[in-house]
């Protein structure tokens, strides 16, 4: 997570821009020990709120268009046929299922 919040950091214009990254209450998300860079705020989302986070919807999505009914060999097939729907999203889909009215770009 360190990692992540460091490259998000640094994409993000010097001195003009601030991030506001919108999370679930993962343990990696709010342990004391992360190291949040001074241009990005956390807002976590409420415990147990799944149809808040957009991820939820996506995941669902590419579970039930994608993973359901069907049989894996092992955990290889089962990552391989995750990769392989991840990648057949389209920009248009990834926007439809992840929009929402409460998250909007502010310019």
Known sequence: MHHHLRFI???????DAHVILVLDQAG????????VP???SLFYLPPYSPELNPIE???AYIKSHYLS???YNDYDHIFDACK???????ENQFSSICTTEWISHVD
């Open 57 to 59: 919807r996506l995941w």
């Open 38 to 40: 001074d241009n990005i």
């Open 69 to 71: 009914n069907r049989v």
């Open 28 to 35: 990696w998300h709010t342990t004391k020990t992360l190291q």
């Open 84 to 90: 392989k729907a991840w990648n057949k999203m389209t």
């Open 9 to 15: 950091s640094e994409q993000v214009a010097p001195d």
